[in-house]
């Protein structure tokens, strides 16, 4: 089992910047990407960023753009998402997830964070 420890999340102006970071207990052969999910009240879990193992491959939701980057220091086993220029409908619960990419939109998870809030608002 591996477990995702995240942090970053809190309440934020629009506008304003958070970063957001997840740290995998161990790494093991059976996922190769890791990802942010997020989940609005009332919506779907969705896939925001994901990148490789490698970091050479990344994907971005559409909605995020140009706003949100998504990299990784393998050295401290830490992924990070910084977040800029964030807009109310940003507000989520941000997940970190560990998986592989089994379409370019699209990530088989096998293992998921616990889930960190994050409020755009005035």
């Known amino acids: 089992q591996v477990h995702l420890e995240e942090s970053g999340g809190g309440l934020v102006q629009p506008g304003g910047s958070l970063r957001l970071s997840c740290a995998p207990s161990r790494r093991t052969s059976n996922y190769n990407d890791m990802g942010w999910f997020r989940q609005a009240p009332g919506k779907e879990r969705e896939l925001v960023v994901a990148?490789?193992?490698?970091?050479?491959?990344?994907y971005y939701g559409d909605s995020v753009k140009g706003r949100f980057t998504i990299s990784r220091d393998n050295a401290k086993n830490t992924v990070y998402l910084q977040m800029n220029s964030l807009k109310p409908e940003d507000t989520a619960v941000y997940y970190c997830?560990?998986?592989?990419?089994?379409?370019?939109?699209?990530?088989?998870?096998?293992?998921w964070g616990q889930g960190t809030q994050v409020t755009v608002s005035s």
């Open positions: 997830a560990a998986g592989t990419m089994i379409t370019t939109q699209t990530m088989s998870v096998l293992y």
């Open positions: 990148i490789n193992w490698s970091g050479s491959n990344t």
